[in-house]
């Protein structure tokens, strides 16, 4: 028995220094006393029920029960004996309480419990002693069970970081065992044990952490112990990455390209750069500037710092700049920086009209220039490009030109018809250049273009025939018409004149009749015309323009003459003989009607004015005889008695009917008798010469008077003169003063003569018998006479030696009665 109980002992490891160890010793020595009569060992795990059976220590004691009973067998002294019971009746020994060997022994093994079990009549004492084998009922423990660590990204490969040990009550294989790290990247687990076995864990860095990829981590540390079955804990292991500034700004494009519009307003926006920076935090704030900016490119383009976008700061002109380039840094805190390029290309607006210049305009332009005469040469500009460049070019209005393009924005400007001056002398041609834009712009030129005269236009006459009248007898020099003739040409070409082209007339040059003031076409009268001469003048004037050669055109100009009542009526029968005496013959016994004879008369005028009429202006007895008023018949219209006289005396007046009428008197002289002797008895004393010879005594008288007081006066003044000449010669002798000789103003020297110096003149006037008084002045050196005829029947005859006074024209002498 005793080596089973050994044998079973051999299963414990150590055995441990102490107090207890001491005791138990002394307590073995004890059993071995004469009451000791066995020592038993059972061995039993941990954690057994209760009421499990520990050893039946009747039989290992070899006692039976009887004996137990009346040995009344019971446990005695010892440690922990509330674990174990012993049931006496069946020799057992039972759990009676559970037994935890963490709780009991800690750490140490082997475990185990002694107690003695004592049986009376005889005494005896069995000590029995329980070890307590472990099971594994503990898991390993982490104290804490989450873990956390900071770890910058850029620690460096290698470094260590001291994990939390775990604890598990549990002791042999049952312990701890080791440790497990989830599977990672960065990290591995590195385990020691410290000098009282312990063991524990590092993590140690392998390959860098990296913020960007991983922010953090999170990773399980296990602890396992060598139970079976095996038993875990865990511990949870928190990372956190933190940044460093190992990240530059990466645009996200090398290149930008934006468009924008010529002309667009600042702010506009353009494009918008972006660079992002993997880092966190202010490692990861880009700010953008234009790097290395073209300084006439600051005033352009503005990019906002923050946010990457670039706007439009001044004016932007396509045809200044087509196309800009800007570089641009992206920039960290940490200062990395990026660098990409910005394109910006300008698109063209249709912001600049066509321009036209003039390379050279011709003006004025002659008439006569045939058709495609180039007139100009143009220049058309556009500044802006492509369609907004593309500049077409016309003629506004309707008019005979044209634009022809040949070189590219080169155009002339040519006739298409035959121009005329006369009908439009000058042109604006405005011509307008439009680009092909949208929308449109144009600009307008206007071009002044004078025609020049050409004389291709003959004067014209305003009236085909000239047709007018003139009064006979008028004054030379006196305008009859105006010739008009225009030439609408102009200037020098325009100018007209008048000629007068030669003819005859009668016999004689046109000329001597009329002329033409070649300059204001006035036709004049050359001298006073007669119209008992020439009744018209028909002759052809020519006009004539200054152009080289000169043109011309023909008028005829048709002067009528008309008649004046300026030839009285002359008496053709009776014949008016001077002294003799004409009477025509009545018979007494003549009857009522009787045609006594005719007053013939003519008159040179024509018309009315040559229209006669006679009438009976005086008789001797107006009973007797009428005249008949339109042929001049003198009739008898009573019967002819023997108590009328034998001497009639008739005076008959002949008017025409010209306004004023002229007449004339014709004396008829009628014998009213039977026979011829008869009437040469009447007739011897028929004479009224008595009359006159009374008048002509009359007038010698008065001539002879008026002689002889002129002498008489003459006389007077002349002695008087004498003496105050001598007078006056005395006084100036006396005061010895120079003598003036003074002349009376009316007087030259003559004096010795006695005689009078100048003809003298006299003056005649008489009124006549019509409504006008005319004076009638004779002039020095002319002789005027006047006769009178004895047989006058009165009319007053003018009678000029050296020219007939009718031919000056300034005499408007008239005789009339
Ligand atoms: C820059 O680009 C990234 C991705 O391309 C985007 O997520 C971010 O919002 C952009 N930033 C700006 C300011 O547009
Ligand atoms: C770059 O960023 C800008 C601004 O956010 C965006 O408009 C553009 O589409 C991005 N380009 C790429 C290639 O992602
Ligand atoms: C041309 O223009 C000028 C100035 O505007 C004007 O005086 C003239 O009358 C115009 N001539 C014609 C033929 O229209
Ligand atoms: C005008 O008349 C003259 C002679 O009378 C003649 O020689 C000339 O040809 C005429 N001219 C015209 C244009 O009719």
Redesign the pocket.
């Known amino acids: 028995l005793f080596v089973i109980v050994f044998g079973r002992q051999t299963r414990c490891v150590k055995w441990r220094c102490g107090c207890g160890h001491v005791w138990r010793l002394l307590s073995l020595l004890l059993c071995f006393s004469p009451l000791v009569s066995g020592h038993i060992r059972y061995s039993i795990p941990e954690e057994m029920k209760k009421g499990s059976l520990i050893g039946n220590v009747a039989q290992d004691l070899g006692l039976d029960l009887k004996r137990l009973r009346s040995g009344r067998a019971r446990i005695v002294s010892g440690e922990s004996i509330q674990y174990t019971e012993l049931k006496a009746d069946k020799g057992t020994l039972v759990v009676n309480e559970r037994i935890d060997r963490e709780q009991l022994c800690g750490d140490v093994t082997p475990c185990s419990f002694s107690f003695e079990i004592i049986l009376e009549n005889p005494m005896e004492l069995h000590q029995v002693t329980v070890e307590i084998t472990d099971i594994n009922d503990h898991s390993p423990v982490f104290k804490r069970n989450r873990i956390n660590f900071e770890i910058s990204e850029g620690a460096v490969i290698g470094v260590r970081f001291a994990l939390n040990s775990a604890e598990d009550q549990d002791v042999g294989v049952n312990g701890l065992k080791e440790y497990f790290l989830t599977e990672n990247e960065n990290f591995i687990l590195k385990q020691n044990s410290n000098a009282d076995g312990k063991k524990y864990a590092e993590m140690v860095l392998q390959k860098p952490l990296d913020r960007e990829t991983n922010p953090s981590l999170s990773l399980k540390l296990i602890a396992v112990d060598g139970g079976t079955p095996q038993r875990s804990g865990t511990v949870n292991i928190d990372i956190t990455v933190l940044d460093v500034n190992d990240n530059a700004p990466v645009f996200?494009q090398s290149v930008y390209k934006a468009t924008v519009l010529e002309n667009s307003p600042k702010d506009t926006y353009v494009i918008?750069v972006?660079a992002?920076d993997a880092d966190h935090g202010s490692n990861g704030v880009v700010t953008y500037h234009f790097s290395d900016l073209d300084s006439s490119l600051l005033n352009v383009f503005t990019i906002n710092e923050e946010?990457?976008i670039i706007s439009i700061k001044g004016s932007i002109d396509y045809e200044k700049d087509k196309k800009y380039e800007l570089r641009i840094e992206a920039k960290d805190q940490g200062g990395l920086t990026d660098l990409s390029k910005v394109i910006i290309e300008v698109t063209d607006v249709n912001d600049n009209a066509p321009t036209i210049s003039v390379m050279s305009f011709t003006s004025p332009v002659s008439e006569d220039s045939p058709p495609g005469t180039t007139i100009g040469i143009i220049n058309v500009k556009d500044l802006d490009s492509g369609d907004n460049g593309q500049v077409n070019c016309k003629i506004e209005e309707n008019s005979p030109f044209k634009i022809k393009s040949n070189l590219r924005n080169y155009y002339t400007l040519v006739t298409d018809t035959v121009l005329d001056r006369e009908g439009v002398s000058d042109y604006n041609i405005t011509v307008v250049a439009t680009d092909s834009g949208l929308p449109p712009l144009s600009v307008r030129r206007t071009f002044h273009l004078k025609v020049s005269d050409v004389n291709d236009n003959a004067p014209v006459f305003l009236q085909s025939v000239y047709n007018t009248f003139i009064t006979e007898n008028n004054s030379p020099g006196l305008s009859v018409l105006t010739l008009r003739a225009k030439d609408p040409d102009e200037n020098q070409n325009a100018r007209v004149s008048y000629i007068l082209e030669e003819t005859n007339v009668g016999g004689s040059p046109i000329s001597d009749f009329v002329s033409v003031n070649a300059e204001s076409g006035v036709v004049h009268a050359v001298r006073s015309f007669d119209y008992e001469q020439i009744k018209e003048l028909l002759f052809v004037v020519k006009a004539q323009d200054g152009g080289s050669p000169p043109l011309s055109s023909n008028v005829t100009v048709k002067i009528l003459i008309q008649d004046q009542n300026d030839n009285p009526p002359q008496v053709l029968y009776p014949v008016q003989t001077g002294g003799s005496v004409v009477a025509e013959m009545v018979p007494r016994s003549a009857d009522v009607g009787y045609l006594v004879t005719k007053v013939v008369a003519v008159d040179v005028d024509s018309g009315q004015n040559a229209w006669l009429s006679y009438k009976l202006q005086k008789a001797t007895d107006r009973a007797l005889f009428e005249v008949g008023l339109q042929n001049g018949e003198i009739r008898t219209i009573r019967q002819v008695s023997d108590k009328d006289a034998v001497k009639q005396r008739l005076t008959v007046i002949v008017e025409d009917n010209g306004q004023p009428s002229r007449s004339a008197t014709v004396i008829v002289n009628v014998a009213v008798a039977d026979s011829f002797p008869e009437v040469l008895s009447e007739f011897t004393d028929f004479t009224h010469d008595k009359e006159y010879k009374d008048n002509l005594t009359f007038y010698l008288v008065l001539a002879l008077a008026v002689v002889s007081f002129l002498f008489i006066t003459c006389l007077v003044v002349i002695i008087s003169v004498k003496i105050y000449r001598w007078r006056q010669s005395r006084i100036l002798y006396q005061s010895k003063l120079p003598v003036i000789p003074y002349y009376p103003p009316r007087y030259s020297d003559t004096l010795g003569t006695g005689t009078l110096p100048h003809v003298y003149n006299y003056e005649v006037c008489r009124t006549t018998d019509s409504r006008k008084s005319d004076c009638k002045f004779g002039r020095a050196g002319s002789q005027n006479v006047l006769i009178m005829e004895p047989s006058s029947t009165g009319t007053m005859q003018r009678i000029q030696s050296d020219r007939n006074i009718l031919d000056e024209p300034d005499s408007p002498l008239e005789v009339s009665l």
Do not use: E, V
Request: no cysteine; hydrophobic share 0%; net charge neutral.
């Open positions: 996200n918008t972006n992002s946010t990457g």
